[in-house]
């Protein structure tokens, strides 16, 4: 990610104008690591033990419905109803469509003999993002975290 001066059509595009400017800020090109969120189980729970666990991810309470070993996934039900599919290596699924469901989060499981001791999001762009004056993004799905241009 660098601070850059660009002109580029999709920029245009997204903010719905026509013709081309350079514009000052930051050019985020597809696939483009932004951050992982990772939860650290210092106590580790027994796999088999997790579902009705409450956990929460981003500072939102979410209640663990089932967790399964092929593939290595925990499905996750949100306070709003929401159903969230963490599926190891792969991404995210949300209300069993794949369509609904945010193309650049990936959710990591590591189980250790029989315990969970780390789940991991991954957050890496799908499309190219820009970030200036006239545009942020927001951590799809989950809302809770935004990149926005401050001076």
Known sequence: MNFTVFSDPDYWYLLGL????????????????????TL??????????LAGS?????GKKFTIKETNDLPLSITLKSEKGNR???????GIEIN?????SPNDLKSYIVKDNGYLTKL???????????L?????FT?????????????
């Open 18 to 37: 026509t013709g081309y400017a350079s514009v000052t800020g930051f050019q985020i090109y597809s696939n483009t690591f932004i951050f992982n969120y």
């Open 40 to 49: 650290d189980f210092s106590d580790y729970v027994p796999w088999n033990k």
């Open 54 to 58: 409450e956990i929460y991810l981003f």
């Open 84 to 90: 969230i599919d963490l599926i190891s290596g792969a």
């Open 96 to 100: 069993y469509s794949p369509y609904n």
């Open 120 to 130: 991991i999001i991954e957050w890496k762009t799908d499309d190219d993002y820009f």
């Open 132 to 136: 200036t004056p006239s545009m942020n």
């Open 139 to 151: 951590l799809p799905f989950f809302d809770i975290m935004r990149l926005l241009w401050r001076i």
